[in-house]
């Protein structure tokens, strides 16, 4: 009875060391949690010295169902080392059929609870759940790194793979997350999971002048300076932010200087007071820069409508001196010389000759071309009334942009309607300059006639890019030295709105090449 009992205690004991041994012995990340609350064995310890199975005492009878269950609870660590190291010391209390694994029990002993992630038969021995091969016996602990130096095989590769395969619940990093997910996710993360996403790189911080420009933000838009909104501080209001826009437009950076032509055969129809409105209104926009040309090839009127400061010379005594100013030292100063500067609308006049023993060709158009064009941004022509002299066809081949001045009577629409036909059989570059015409009306009092206005604006809105309505001025119609502080405000505004249409066209006309 003592020989029974003791030998029962030992084979608890037995059994416990065993638990302890699988109880610390670490579990790789993808396994799953064993049922039994037991562990495994530190890897360090080593199994007990193996004898020849001869050695062995025959198997002793399992332990009686009394036996306490305190081996199969989860033991304490000390406790555990104790257990071990006495099983350590007892070898001779192994099976028989011990085949060289310490840990194996035999196929008769009572065997810990099995893994029920196994799917071995039921009718052969507990193995390793793990292992590669369900139905083949093991011969060794799969846990055991004497008997084999490669590590565990992953039981969800293929038994034929050499190398163990990737964890399946392992996420790579360079894989993409929204891949994964379903289409009902992807609606609510369309750039994946907040927090899986793999690190994007930092943007290298740029300091290129011309980014950090761009990256400051706009300048506040400046407050009203006319009417109420001007004296409680406000914003603009609709006009004056059309008015500002169109200041803007007119003051456009011309990638070269330009040229641009007032033409309308017939004597009356308003083309010296458009010339000079529209040189005023770009001269304030831009703050200078603009000449106003007197292209009649005999005697105009302009030195009649232009204040005379001091300078009496025209485009004849210019001639004289141009030798003088074309030279490479020659200075704005030398030119401005013989022109009139008109300080209200910040530009200068060009006159004509007052005698007719001077009539101007078209060689003398190319040198007063050239040589204006070397010291404006703007040329603003007037021409005369002859559109068979050779002046007046270089003019038009020098012109970016074309503007007709008409009044609402038959005559002065009927020599515009007549031009725009003769143009339009020139060639090509003819025609583009009819495509980029405005159309300037300016009426004087009782000039308009409401039948004519009827029956041909809509022919000039289809021929022309813009038609502009400048209303009648007493400044203009006194027929004196133009002021352009003296005009009315409405007269100034349709100034500057001829000149922001103008400016947008020649925008378009440097776009082509030429």
Same mark, same amino acid.
């Given at each position: 009875?003592?020989?029974?009992?003791?030998?029962?205690?030992?084979?608890? /004991?037995?059994?416990?060391?065993?638990?302890?041994?699988?109880?610390?012995?670490?579990?790789?990340?993808?396994? %799953?949690?064993?049922?039994?609350?037991?562990?495994?064995?530190?890897? &360090?310890?080593?199994?007990?010295?193996?004898?020849?199975? +001869?050695?062995?005492?025959?198997?002793?009878?399992?332990?009686?169902?009394?036996?306490?269950?305190?081996?199969?609870?989860?033991?304490?660590?000390?406790?555990?080392?104790? !257990?071990?190291?006495? =099983?350590? %010391?007892?070898?001779?209390?192994?099976?028989?059929?011990?085949?060289?694994?310490?840990?194996?029990?035999?196929?008769?002993?009572?065997?810990?609870?099995?893994?029920?992630?196994?799917?071995?038969?039921?009718?052969?021995?507990?193995?390793?759940?793990?292992?590669?091969?369900?139905?083949?016996?093991?011969?060794?602990?799969?846990?055991?790194?004497?008997? /084999?130096?490669?590590?565990?095989?992953?039981?969800?590769?293929?038994?034929? *793979?050499?190398?163990?395969?990737?964890?399946?619940?392992?996420?790579?990093?360079?894989?993409?997350?929204?891949?994964?997910?379903?289409?009902?996710?992807?609606?609510?993360?369309?750039?994946? $999971?907040?927090?899986?996403?793999?690190?994007?790189?930092?943007?290298?911080?740029?300091?290129?002048?011309?980014?950090?420009?761009?990256?400051?933000?706009?300048?506040?838009?400046?407050?009203?300076?006319?009417? $109420? /909104?001007? !004296?409680?501080?406000?914003?603009?209001?609709?006009?004056?932010?059309?008015?500002?826009? =169109?200041?803007?437009?007119? +003051?456009? =950076?011309?990638?070269?200087?330009?040229?641009?032509?007032?033409?309308?055969?017939?004597?009356?129809?308003?083309?010296? @007071?458009?010339?000079?409105?529209?040189?005023?209104?770009?001269?304030? =926009?831009?703050?200078?820069?603009?000449? &106003?040309?007197?292209?009649?090839?005999?005697?105009?009127?302009?030195?009649?409508?232009?204040?005379?400061?001091?300078?009496?010379?025209?485009?004849?005594?210019?001639?004289?001196?141009?030798?003088?100013?074309?030279?490479?030292? &020659?200075?704005?100063?030398?030119?401005?010389?013989?022109?009139?500067?008109?300080?209200?609308? %910040?530009?200068?006049?060009?006159?004509?000759?007052?005698?007719?023993?001077?009539?101007?060709?078209?060689?003398?158009?190319?040198?007063?071309?050239?040589?204006?064009?070397?010291?404006?941004?703007?040329? $603003?022509?007037?021409?005369?009334?002859?559109? #068979?002299?050779?002046?007046?066809?270089?003019?038009?081949?020098?012109?970016?942009?074309?503007?007709? @001045?008409?009044?609402?009577?038959?005559?002065?629409?009927?020599?515009?309607?007549?031009?725009?036909?003769?143009?339009?059989?020139?060639?090509?570059?003819? %025609?583009?300059?009819?495509?980029?015409?405005?159309?300037?009306?300016?009426? #004087?009092?009782?000039?308009?006639?409401?039948? $004519?206005?009827?029956?041909?604006? @809509?022919?000039?809105?289809?021929?022309?890019?813009?038609?502009?309505?400048? @209303?009648?001025?007493?400044?203009?119609? &006194?027929?004196?030295?133009?002021?352009?502080?003296?005009?009315?405000?409405?007269?100034?505004? *349709?100034?500057?709105?001829?000149?922001?249409?103008?400016?947008?066209?020649?925008?378009?006309?440097?776009?082509?090449?030429?």
């Amino acid at each position: 009875m003592t020989d029974s009992h003791n030998s029962g205690q030992h084979k608890d /004991r037995e059994a416990a060391a065993a638990e302890v041994r699988r109880m610390w012995q670490p579990t790789p990340s993808w396994t %799953q949690p064993d049922p039994s609350p037991a562990a495994a064995t530190p890897p &360090a310890q080593n199994p007990p010295a193996q004898s020849p199975p +001869a050695q062995h005492p025959p198997a002793q009878p399992s332990p009686p169902a009394s036996t306490p269950r305190s081996s199969q609870a989860t033991p304490d660590p000390e406790e555990g080392e104790e !257990v071990a190291e006495e =099983a350590q %010391q007892q070898p001779d209390a192994l099976s028989p059929e011990y085949t060289g694994d310490s840990w194996s029990q035999p196929a008769a002993a009572q065997a810990p609870t099995p893994d029920p992630w196994s799917k071995q038969p039921a009718q052969e021995p507990a193995a390793d759940p793990w292992s590669k091969s369900a139905g083949q016996e093991q011969s060794g602990d799969s846990w055991s790194r004497t008997g /084999r130096p490669e590590p565990a095989a992953d039981p969800w590769a293929t038994s034929g *793979a050499k190398e163990p395969a990737a964890d399946p619940w392992a996420q790579p990093a360079e894989q993409d997350q929204q891949s994964q997910l379903s289409p009902a996710a992807q609606h609510f993360f369309p750039q994946g $999971v907040p927090g899986q996403q793999a690190p994007q790189p930092e943007r290298p911080v740029s300091y290129r002048a011309d980014e950090l420009l761009q990256a400051l933000p706009l300048p506040r838009e400046a407050p009203a300076e006319k009417g $109420v /909104r001007s !004296v409680l501080r406000l914003r603009p209001g609709t006009a004056e932010r059309l008015e500002r826009i =169109a200041r803007a437009t007119a +003051a456009t =950076a011309f990638r070269r200087p330009v040229t641009i032509t007032i033409a309308n055969p017939k004597g009356g129809s308003g083309k010296t @007071p458009t010339t000079l409105l529209l040189a005023g209104a770009l001269g304030q =926009a831009r703050g200078g820069g603009v000449v &106003a040309w007197d292209n009649n090839e005999l005697r105009g009127n302009m030195h009649l409508r232009t204040h005379d400061t001091n300078s009496r010379s025209t485009v004849t005594d210019l001639l004289q001196a141009m030798q003088m100013l074309t030279q490479p030292d &020659a200075r704005l100063g030398d030119v401005g010389a013989y022109l009139r500067h008109q300080v209200s609308g %910040q530009y200068d006049v060009l006159t004509s000759a007052t005698t007719t023993y001077a009539q101007i060709e078209a060689k003398d158009f190319d040198q007063i071309h050239r040589l204006l064009s070397r010291f404006y941004k703007v040329l $603003v022509i007037d021409t005369g009334n002859n559109e #068979g002299s050779s002046n007046w066809r270089e003019a038009m081949k020098a012109s970016d942009v074309l503007v007709i @001045p008409i009044k609402w009577k038959s005559l002065s629409c009927a020599a515009a309607v007549q031009m725009l036909e003769e143009l339009d059989h020139q060639g090509p570059d003819a %025609q583009r300059l009819i495509r980029r015409a405005v159309i300037a009306v300016s009426n #004087g009092p009782g000039d308009v006639n409401k039948e $004519v206005e009827k029956q041909l604006r @809509p022919y000039f809105e289809s021929r022309a890019a813009a038609v502009v309505d400048i @209303p009648t001025d007493p400044h203009i119609a &006194a027929e004196g030295p133009l002021d352009h502080s003296a005009l009315q405000p409405a007269t100034r505004r *349709a100034a500057l709105e001829l000149a922001a249409k103008v400016a947008e066209q020649v925008t378009i006309a440097l776009n082509v090449p030429r």
